[in-house]
């Protein structure tokens, strides 16, 4: 087995990448304290080619040296826009159609290996902060919610790693469509 090169990947360009098809999601970051962790949701948001990612509260926004480290670059691929409030931009996304779900743990979360993308539908999906997850007055906002199943001693992964095993559920099922 040989390791392919960078060069040999074929990945598009920032002009090509801004006019190929999108996976229809927004990526609603609640309050994330760790510049590096939005960096994070901006190099898997670029991954597989989401929508959108929507900053809101004290989430930093790029230009940022500690969103740089980790996005290496996916800052300038990813759409962003930042909100003074999560509420504010779950009611423009609700506006614009969006179906919105809390990835949290919450009575009534559905476990994201049930989880069942719906055709025609978009979604926006909210992550929160890292010690106090999805504020609860967002959840009330919520159409629902999806909870990552887990086995261990722990109750919770890192948001950055949550972001990756969600978006990579999500977009498997949905894709670019």
């Known amino acids: 087995m040989r390791k392919i090169t960078n060069a040999e990947l074929g990945r598009p360009s920032l002009e090509e990448f801004a006019k190929q098809a999108k996976t ?22 670029d991954a597989f080619a989401i929508e959108h990612i929507a900053l809101c509260g004290i989430t ?11 996005a290496l670059g996916a800052e300038e691929s990813v ?7 999560t509420a504010e931009c779950i009611s423009k996304l609700r506006d614009e159609g969006y179906r919105i779900l809390a990835i949290e743990q919450v009575e009534g979360a559905v476990m994201l290996d049930q989880f069942q993308a719906e055709e025609g539908i978009k ?3 909210v992550f929160g ?3 106090m997850g999805v504020e609860q007055s967002v959840v009330d906002m ?36």
């Open 123 to 125: 979604y926006a999906i």
């Open 142 to 177: 919520c159409d629902g919610a999806i909870e990552i199943p887990q086995v261990g001693t722990k109750h919770s992964l890192n948001v950055s790693v949550s972001g990756g095993v969600v978006l990579w559920e999500i977009f498997r099922q949905i894709g670019t469509r």
């Open 129 to 131: 902060n890292e010690v």
């Open 79 to 85: 759409g962003w826009s930042y909100y003074p409030t």
């Open 24 to 45: 229809p999601l927004v990526v609603v970051l609640d309050n994330v304290r760790s510049a590096q962790n939005v960096g994070s949701f901006f190099r898997t948001g």
């Open 60 to 70: 930093a926004t790029p230009p940022n040296r500690e969103i740089h480290k980790t």
